[in-house]
């Protein structure tokens, strides 16, 4: 008996022994992948601006975070989410680096690397100022300072640079006496460490300060010279180029120096066009664009200056894509086209209206797009992440076996069951949690094509002068904007603000469809609108489906909407329009658009957890158009 007790102890003993074996060699396995993932990262880092395709780099990165992912390689996933990040701002395009960036810094925070996040909020900084959000640029600079402060770095290259990035943002804000406190607490930084690059961007932001709000061209002149100078030498690239344009537009504004101008403006479009970047080579092709309109060569100006407006757009720079327009519209104006000016006049203005409201919600918007763009992703790397986990777990408790053999087959079993539960139960919420995001990002914006259309109609009657309607058509839709950024973060609302939107929002259809049709809404005495909570904006996209696949073609379009409580109390909804109906197997994918989309993936995720599930069905009426009916559990 004793002999086979000694027995079994010392096949337990060799088993414990190969499985730490067997962590260890998995451990050292991970370290040595994660080597040669940082060692890659150093190459694609070194080839960033020297000429590489940005399209090719950004793919290779991609890659390499996607072999980090698997390997457990967390910080090098993270600087690879930067480095992507970097390259899109590289060719200008500028919302994808906000995106990526934000990103890196989330999973940054994650591993506790508070120097990585700094540099991330410097970036981060940088880009939204680019893109005309000072706030939000001013809130992640003073971020990385006091995170640089805090971990005794007051006299690095690092908080330098996030010196002069401030002083910048305060210049966007007219704070002169915070641009030049800046401003020298960088040079002075700089000119202690010796870095002859960064103090050439100093001088280029001193020219900056000089020109835009002390109006000294000449004291500008000179700090621009002195930097392009330096920069030169140092043969860098998109830095170059920046200087370039500054210097160009000193000559331009003089009237008197076109020609050199156009030689620095040159330089600028050269540098830009070689690394990709949109948004340079659009302010210096609308740079150009101006000056050919000063020597009246109109067609050529005009040339430059759609191809600017085309690559601004592109960029996402809604002040550059402000300024495109309205020197187009000078153009127009110039040669006598009255109708053309006024429009793209309109539109600058109208741009830079929005600009201090998008300022408010546009990191917000750049998170839930975040979370749409990387929803299957992020499904992937979830289940990954599980797998990981629980193999990292596993290896733990191998460490415990030697107390019995038993008590580990037990504790790996009641282990393994206990995280498979808590790992389904928490993909469920975070499915759910994305999916919600998708609609709230959806719902915070409106259809493009809707947007045009309500522009057209208040041009058309501003044509006509015909004041008042124009005013009401303004109101409604500054009514429907304010309601659905309300609305979309919230998860129920009373129907009786549900119906009063969207009236608010046929009303403008009916204008932009020249009242080519009708509506009605009809509640049943039985219902309280204002004391039924519904989900936001459920209906009105059945309601767009229907303007635009049904009655679009009809002169005489009807629509009616009515609400009812059904015998089983729930609050019966049914849409009903005239026009021409859809074959159910064959029209009805196809006429489905995304709105539509988004409101059967939310009814799915509101059922998922009910017993009393809502119901969404289409027909057709007996007059040939379609009904739509939504059932909804009070």
């Known amino acids: 008996m004793i002999c086979a007790w000694q027995h079994i102890l010392k096949k337990l003993f060799i088993l414990i022994l190969v499985c730490n074996q067997f962590s260890f060699a998995s451990v050292t396995r991970d370290d040595n992948q994660c080597s040669i993932a940082t060692e ?23 890659n390499l975070r996607n072999f980090s992912n698997r390997n457990n390689c967390k910080r090098n996933e993270a ?22 960036h934000l990103i890196a810094k989330q999973e940054f925070s994650r591993l506790s690397t508070p120097k990585d996040v700094a540099r991330i909020d410097n970036k981060l900084g940088i880009a939204y100022n680019f893109i005309g959000n000072q706030t939000m640029a001013l809130k992640h600079l003073l971020q990385a300072e006091e995170a640089l402060i805090s971990l005794k770095l007051n006299n690095s290259i690092e908080i330098a640079d996030v010196y002069s990035n401030i002083s910048s943002v305060y210049e966007e804000e007219n704070q002169n006496s915070n641009v030049e406190k800046y401003l020298f607490k960088a040079l002075k930084i700089y000119k202690k460490h010796g870095d002859q690059l960064s103090i050439a961007d100093v001088y280029n932001n001193y020219g900056k300060f000089y ?12 700090y621009f010279i002195k930097s392009y100078q330096i920069k030169s030498k140092l043969n860098t690239s998109l830095s170059t180029a920046v200087t370039a344009f500054n210097l160009g537009t000193i000559y331009s504004s003089e009237n008197t120096n076109f020609d050199k101008a156009i030689f620095y403006f040159q330089i600028t479009k050269k540098i830009s066009s070689e690394l990709g970047n949109d948004y340079y080579v659009g302010m210096s092709l609308q740079a150009l664009g101006d000056i050919y309109r000063k020597r009246k060569n109109y067609p050529q100006s005009e040339k430059l200056l759609l191809e600017a407006i085309k690559l601004q757009k592109r960029s996402g720079s809604l002040p550059e894509l ?11 104006e ?8 006024l429009y793209f006049s309109t539109a600058s203005f109208t741009l830079k209206d929005s600009i201090t409201n998008e300022t408010k919600t546009r990191e917000f918007i750049a998170l839930e797009k975040q979370f749409e763009s990387f929803k299957g992703d992020k499904k992937i790397q979830l289940l990954e992440r599980d797998k990981e986990i629980s193999e990292l777990r596993i290896r733990r408790q191998q460490n415990y076996m030697i107390f019995s053999i038993i008590l580990f087959i037990i504790l790996i079993y009641s282990s393994y069951s206990y995280f498979r539960t808590a790992n389904k139960r928490n993909r469920l919420v975070l499915e759910k949690r994305i999916a919600l995001a998708a609609i709230s990002a959806l719902n915070a914006q409106i259809n493009s094509h809707f947007i045009a259309n309500t522009l057209v109609s208040v041009k058309l009657f501003l044509n006509r002068k015909d004041t008042e309607k124009s005013i009401g058509i303004i109101d409604n839709f500054s009514l429907l904007m304010r309601n659905t950024l309300i609305y979309s973060r919230e998860e129920r609302i009373s129907l009786e603000e549900d119906i009063q939107n969207l009236r608010t929002y046929l009303a403008i259809e009916q204008v932009n469809h020249s009242n080519k049709f009708n509506y009605e809404i009809k509640l049943s005495n039985d219902i309280s609108p204002e004391t039924i909570q519904i989900p936001p904006m459920l209906v009105q996209p059945f309601i767009e489906n229907a303007i635009k696949h049904g009655i679009h073609s009809k002169i005489d379009g009807k629509i009616s909407i009515s609400y009812s409580i059904d015998v089983c109390s729930k609050l019966l909804i049914r849409i009903t329009d005239n026009g021409n109906g859809i074959e159910l197997n064959k029209d009805l994918p196809s006429k489905i658009g995304e709105g ?16 009393d599930t809502a119901v969404l069905s289409f027909s057709n009426a007996s007059n040939g158009g379609t009904i739509v009916t939504i059932l909804i559990p009070k």
């Open 211 to 222: 020109f835009n709000k002390q109006n000294d061209i000449e004291k500008a002149k000179e």
């Open 596 to 611: 539509t989309k988004i409101i059967l993936e939310r009814l799915a995720i509101f059922n998922a957890d009910r017993i």
């Open 322 to 332: 402000s300024n495109c327009y309205l020197s187009l519209s000078k153009l127009y």
């Open 40 to 62: 890659h990262l150093k190459t694609l880092q070194a080839k960033r601006g020297k000429g590489i395709n940005s399209d090719e780099l950004i793919a290779a990165t991609q």
């Open 79 to 100: 600087a690879c989410m930067e480095l992507i990040g970097s390259l899109y701002f590289d060719k200008g395009l500028l919302s994808e680096a906000i995106k990526h």
């Open 334 to 341: 110039e040669v006598g086209n009255f109708k053309d000016a």
